[in-house]
């Protein structure tokens, strides 16, 4: 029998903040959607708002841990918009997916096996499963992986360049991650260039606290940065990004590091908040940066420095590019780090527009009429 409701809870839980929206899956209309941000610290607060026309209202959450901060969403959800299913986003579904899944026990089991992949994401996603399977056990729950979106790159791209045996038994190759953003947005790109996907060549550039950027070619995810773990690629907070495997090697003998401490090193302790000595949030960087601290423009420096050349490898695995999109906290906001990272793409025929540039909030076309690289900013929807 059909069920009376079509309205879809999608949660995004990550290690500090939830996001969630109740979307009418007729209209694609969000009826309600917030997020809780800073969750188990004293300063844990929440915004939402019920439709796009309502004001924006505020709670205060102190110390609410993430099964506080859940059962919090669903009291606030409106009593008259009965849910049909709850959508949950989760990184790292290995090789075991490439789709969405039901959030049976089987699911969950394969999403814990996966848990050492994204150790900060996987485990917490699982609570959020877990826990609104209990507020809602007689409606559908389904899991939707980063990684899907990556599924399709080439043996070649996929590739990891170890004994065959072993990369059996370790089930290793290159996944990614981001994928419901990057997939987003670079639809949203060709529909703002009035372009058929298809026939478009895309660097996507998710940029925020974790930061992965990704080659789109002919709406396929062709190439990306972080592949098997969560802390390679583009350095990120306190994430080290690409680092020489040597140097984990002698951190594990000469240095004498535990295998645990090592994990902690790169997934906690390194990235922008090692480089900087104060810091893994790149909009107080930042502001510390323009206060003349060499540390904090250092570790901005860095950041750009690896997306120019992330940038300029899938230009050139794709044999081209035609355009190039700024997504998430720092793609989104970050008018300062686009305009030096511009300044340096030249040569891949692209021009930014000063003006545009400055243009917060809204999808944009930041380029300039002469560019031969459209750049856009577009809100990511995950």
Not at 66 to 78: D, I, K, Q, S
Not at 152 to 178: C, I, Q
């Amino acid at each position: 029998m059909m069920h009376p409701s079509r309205n879809v809870l999608v949660l995004n839980c990550g290690s500090t903040t939830i996001k969630f929206q109740l979307l009418d899956t007729s209209t694609g209309e969000a009826l309600f959607k917030g997020a809780v941000d800073r969750v188990g610290r004293s300063d844990c607060s929440a915004s939402y708002r019920y439709r796009a026309d309502r004001p924006k209202l505020t709670a205060d959450l102190p110390d609410a841990a993430h099964g506080e901060a859940l059962r919090w969403v669903f009291g606030v959800l409106p009593a008259d918009l009965p849910l049909y299913a709850v959508g949950h986003r989760v990184v790292h579904g290995g090789s075991f997916f490439g789709g969405p899944a039901l959030a049976d026990e089987e699911t969950l089991r394969k999403i814990e096996e996966c848990a050492p992949l994204a150790p900060l994401h996987n485990p917490i996603q699982l609570v959020g499963i877990r826990e609104c399977m209990e507020f809602h056990p007689e409606i559908p729950h389904v899991a939707s992986f980063d990684t899907a979106f990556h599924q399709n790159k080439s043996a070649v791209a996929s590739l990891v360049p170890l004994p065959p045996e072993v990369t059996a038994r370790g089930g290793y190759r290159k996944f990614g991650f981001h994928g419901a953003s990057h997939r987003y947005v670079s639809e949203r790109a060709a529909a703002m260039l009035g372009r058929d996907l298809g026939s478009l060549r895309l660097v996507t550039c998710h940029l925020g606290g974790g930061s992965t950027v990704t080659a789109v070619r002919f709406g396929i995810a062709v190439d990306t940065t972080a592949t098997f773990g969560t802390f390679t690629g583009m350095p990120m907070g306190t994430r080290s990004g690409d680092i020489d495997g040597g140097i984990i090697l002698d951190l594990l003998t000469r240095q004498g590091m535990a295998v645990q401490e090592v994990h902690e090193l790169l997934y906690k302790k390194s990235g922008m908040a090692a480089i900087s000595g104060v810091s893994g949030d790149m909009a107080e960087l930042a502001r510390l940066e323009a206060e003349g601290h060499a540390g904090a423009a250092l570790a901005r420096e860095y950041y750009i420095y690896c997306l120019k050349k992330f940038i300029g490898a899938f230009a050139a695995a794709m044999e081209g590019v035609d355009g190039i999109v700024f997504t998430a906290g720092i793609g989104e906001n970050d008018a300062d780090l686009r305009a030096r990272l511009c300044s340096g793409l030249g040569w891949l025929g692209a021009r930014l527009d000063g003006g545009k540039n400055l243009l917060r909030g809204k999808e944009c076309l930041i380029s300039t009429p002469d560019s031969a690289v459209a750049l856009m900013v577009i809100p990511t929807n995950e």
